[in-house]
């Protein structure tokens, strides 16, 4: 850091160059010497000098090539009841505050944040993520956060934004609604929602925030696990399936320890399986199964006057009208028409005599 070139007791050139890259502000260090009237300040991009006299926030110079006068230290000339014809050193603090961006600087949930889930209830959720802070009012920062600090860095104040943002998110968290299972893709609006948040209170310390990312938002471990089972189930489907598609993967590699093992895990799974069935899904006795349908008789079709009836069953056929061994009819599977008394179905007429033969 170089501060400045003195001259006797009288400092004539003030100027600051940072090689540290986390110094928010540092104090020129006049060593209890007086500021010569007219001296030279040099402001580089990305630095702002405040003046402060008697504890006072005095007048603020942005980049750029200054020699200090009454006519551009309005402030400093109010407050020492300086006239115009003052051309006397002066004793004054001059602080240097960095305006350029701090990046990648890091947040983080410490304890879990409570959120109401529609789906599973309250639960407990953390998050991370990073940011970037610069001073957009030197002033005001000087004022409500470095106070007298010769030199102040980012870590000091990165705790507090760390506060600020860790409170605005449990709130943000808490408001959006948002399942806890579709917050992974919705972290872009949410860190909208927190930036918008916090900005009026980095304002009010002379700060902004240019940049808001959420990294991650995690459950806790033990939600995660029954996650995982209830993925799992879901991809194993039918489970009678699933078994036996391992069954045959195991018997098409004999020499495998699979292979090996096949029956025992055959063994594991039927019994596994047996075990759901009775239990049903999620320890739920299962609904008891409905009876099975009676069996499809033979379905018959009937020839009457040169016309097709039916189908009929057996039982159907021996209402019809004139039905008898002569009648006419076919199944499927039927070479052709035959007459009844011709097929299976001669058994119907068992116990009905035949006609009588003519003449007796």
């Known amino acids: 850091m170089v501060f400045g070139f003195l001259k006797g007791e009288f400092i004539d050139v003030i100027s600051w160059t940072d090689d540290t890259r986390d110094t928010m502000v540092w104090r020129?260090?006049?060593?209890?010497?007086?500021?010569?009237?007219?001296?030279?300040?040099?402001v580089r991009e990305g630095q702002a000098a405040v003046f402060v006299n008697e504890g006072q926030i005095a007048d603020v110079f942005g980049p750029g090539l200054y020699e200090l006068q009454t006519n551009n230290m309005p402030i400093m000339t109010t407050l020492q009841h300086w006239d115009?014809?003052?051309?006397?050193?002066?004793?004054?603090?001059?602080?240097?505050?960095?305006?350029?961006?701090?990046?990648?600087?890091?947040?983080?949930?410490?304890?879990?944040?409570?959120?109401?889930?529609?789906?599973?209830?309250?639960?407990?959720?953390r998050a991370f993520g990073n940011y970037s802070m610069r001073v957009s009012d030197p002033g005001l920062f000087l004022k409500e956060i470095v106070g007298t600090d010769g030199e102040f860095t980012a870590d000091e104040v990165s705790t507090q934004i760390r506060n600020i943002i860790v409170q605005q998110m449990s709130q943000a968290l808490a408001k959006s609604g948002i399942p806890v299972l579709d917050m992974a893709a919705n972290t872009v609006d949410l860190a909208k929602l927190v930036g918008q948040a916090i900005a009026p209170t980095v304002a009010?310390?002379?700060?902004?925030?240019?940049?808001?990312?959420?990294?991650?938002?995690?459950?806790?471990?033990?939600?995660?696990?029954?996650?995982?089972?209830?993925?799992?189930?879901?991809?194993?489907?039918?489970l009678n399936k699933y078994m036996q598609f391992n069954a045959a993967e195991g018997m098409a590699q004999p020499g495998s320890a699979m292979g090996a093992t096949m029956g025992a895990?055959?063994?594991?799974?039927?019994?596994?399986?047996?075990?759901?069935?009775?239990?049903?899904?999620?320890?739920?006795?299962?609904?008891?199964?409905?009876?099975?349908?009676?069996?499809?008789?033979?379905?018959?079709?009937?020839?009457?006057?040169?016309?097709?009836?039916?189908?009929?069953?057996?039982?159907?056929?021996?209402?019809?009208?004139?039905?008898?061994?002569?009648?006419?009819?076919?199944?499927?599977?039927?070479?052709?028409?035959?007459?009844?008394?011709?097929?299976?179905?001669?058994?119907?007429?068992?116990?009905?005599?035949p006609p009588p033969p003519p003449g007796v």
């Not at 010497?33 to 030279?40: C, D, L, R, S, T």
């Not at 047996?274 to 009937?302: E, F, I, R, T, V």
Request: proline content about 9%; hydrophobic content about 35%; aromatic content about 12%.
């Open 28 to 42: 020129f260090e006049r060593r209890d010497n007086a500021i010569k009237y007219g001296a030279k300040l040099t």
């Open 84 to 125: 115009h014809a003052f051309q006397s050193p002066f004793k004054a603090e001059v602080y240097f505050v960095s305006t350029t961006r701090f990046n990648d600087l890091k947040w983080g949930t410490q304890n879990p944040i409570m959120c109401r889930d529609p789906e599973f209830g309250p639960v407990r959720i």
């Open 204 to 238: 009010g310390y002379g700060l902004t925030l240019p940049e808001f990312y959420i990294e991650n938002i995690s459950l806790p471990d033990e939600v995660e696990k029954v996650l995982d089972k209830r993925t799992s189930m879901g991809i194993a489907g039918d």
């Open 265 to 353: 895990a055959m063994g594991a799974g039927m019994g596994f399986n047996m075990g759901a069935q009775a239990a049903g899904p999620w320890g739920a006795q299962p609904a008891a199964a409905p009876p099975p349908p009676p069996p499809m008789g033979k379905q018959w079709h009937l020839a009457v006057n040169g016309q097709t009836q039916g189908p009929f069953t057996e039982a159907q056929l021996t209402q019809q009208p004139g039905f008898g061994r002569a009648s006419m009819v076919w199944t499927a599977g039927q070479d052709g028409w035959k007459a009844a008394g011709e097929t299976e179905l001669t058994r119907l007429f068992g116990q009905v005599p």
